[in-house]
């Protein structure tokens, strides 16, 4: 099998088999979280609930790309409304991990202070605010994207955008930011809640029932937040390596973009 053939392949096949997958992941999650009493009072809880939903969002855009009359060169608007839906869903959905990765540090954290910043209020204001920062800065993409003549294929038709969009947009601000993000809150709520079994231990308290759960979640957030850690690293090497290598894309084979566009 050829390059080309592995992406024309990978095009039609990989959105079906990544809504095959994602699809159940969501409806799990928000089962789990919405159904358990006690999962359902943790702020962490609605920040993963909301995540779902905007995981949700991003695939199904991924999958209506098989069909011809949902894709995004079909016409000028429907290139407008995927990219800017798509960069409001993608970020935000991102964005409520490291969230939810907060939350976990504040809430097992010792000091009564920090552990004031996990509450429900907070957490509906702060999604609030995200939601409205991702779709301002989307607003953009609604300008700038369009169909490029002569193949008419959806891309950026600003050149100042275009650099801002490769140089900080996308490698900044979408990838490296949020994996410093889980990154950092991970290591530091591993840190609290090892130090919080240690102190348990010494002092031989028996936890409570909502002691347990709290910790249940906060084992799964690391957990979650390892998983994509391993999967968003891949992708901020790959997005410095494109960065990198921007001058010499006119002089790139076609099979090595294919090959790229694979590992993409």
């Known amino acids: 099998m050829s390059v080309l053939q592995a992406v024309i392949q990978l095009s039609f096949w990989g959105p079906i088999i990544l809504f095959t997958i994602g699809v159940p992941s969501v409806i799990l999650n928000v089962i ?4 358990v009493k006690t999962f359902r009072q943790s702020p962490s809880s609605y920040y993963i609930v909301t995540q779902s939903l905007f995981d ?5 855009l991924v999958f209506l790309q098989i069909f011809p009359s ?10 407008k409304l995927i990219i800017f839906f798509s960069r409001i869903v993608a970020p935000c959905a991102l964005s409520f991990l490291g969230l939810a990765a907060f939350d976990r540090w504040a809430c097992t954290s010792r000091s009564a202070r920090i552990r004031k910043l996990s509450s429900i209020r907070i957490a509906h204001c702060i999604v609030s605010i995200t939601v409205i920062f991702w779709s301002l800065v989307s607003i953009l993409y609604l300008i700038f994207y369009d169909l490029i003549p002569p193949t008419y294929t959806c891309g950026l038709t600003n050149d100042l955008f275009q650099k801002i969009t490769n140089f900080f947009l996308a490698p900044i601000l979408g990838a490296i930011f949020p994996l ?3 990154i950092v809150f991970g290591i530091l709520t591993y840190r609290n809640l090892h130090l919080m079994t240690t102190i348990n231990g010494q002092q031989q308290s028996v936890p409570t029932r909502l002691s347990i759960w709290e910790r249940q979640i906060t084992r799964m957030m690391i957990i979650q937040t390892l998983l994509n850690v391993s999967c968003t690293l891949p992708q901020c090497i790959f997005l410095i390596y494109t960065i990198a290598t921007v001058q010499q894309r006119a002089m790139k084979s076609l099979n090595q973009i294919y090959i790229e566009y694979l590992l993409a």
């Open 32 to 35: 789990i979280f919405i159904g």
């Open 56 to 60: 949700f969002g991003s695939l199904l």
């Open 70 to 79: 949902t894709s995004i060169n079909r016409s000028s608007i429907s290139c």
């Open 180 to 182: 410093i993000i889980l």
